[in-house]
């Protein structure tokens, strides 16, 4: 394959499938791309079309992919995906290893499907991952922020550096 204008911007890896999320550059209109693979060396587009993804979660037999708009995308089988609006504005989703929650600019939301989504809070902060029960945030310049409630949020981690954009958090097989 050959020189592509997209930018990938999240992984995720389900049974047997992984997808990656991104977006088109350079284009006018830029959109939303998918692309899975099911041994890591063939990867194939599923999808270029929409607004622009941004983050991808896999929990409950689901993968849910989000732009940075209002859309959440969710999928089975990383193939076939449906669209549906959750919010306003942009954010990330991830999973907690029961519930999926996406950030938005109005506030955040959870779903254990994927599907059926309900506001959680009216908070706004972004969520970078779950683990070890709690959630976990990423300030400007680099800080990690810890939370068990999504409410009060401590600093824990202030490494030198300028920032961080992804925390991966996996199970051992």
Avoid: K
Avoid at 64 to 91: K, M
Wanted: glycine share 16%.
């Amino acid at each position: 394959m050959g020189y592509q204008a997209i930018h990938y911007r999240s992984v995720a890896a389900g049974p047997g499938r992984a997808v990656a999320v991104g977006h088109t550059y350079g284009l006018m209109p830029n959109v939303g791309v998918i692309t899975t693979t099911t041994d890591g060396l063939t990867w194939s587009e599923r999808r270029q079309a929409g607004a622009q993804f941004g983050t991808v979660a896999y929990g409950n037999g689901v993968f849910v992919a989000c732009t940075n708009s209002a859309v959440c995308a969710t999928s089975s089988d990383g193939l076939t995906w449906v669209d549906a609006t959750v919010g306003t504005g942009d954010g990330s989703v991830v999973f907690t290893g029961t519930e999926f929650l996406v950030v938005r600019s109005n506030g955040t939301f959870r779903s254990t499907n994927g599907t059926g989504w309900t506001m959680a809070n009216a908070n706004t902060r972004g969520i970078a991952g779950y683990f070890a029960g709690a959630y976990f945030s990423f300030d400007w310049p680099l800080r990690i922020q810890r939370s068990t409630n999504q409410t009060a949020w401590s600093p824990v981690f202030q490494p030198l550096g300028s920032g961080l954009t992804g925390l991966a958090v996996g199970t051992v097989p």
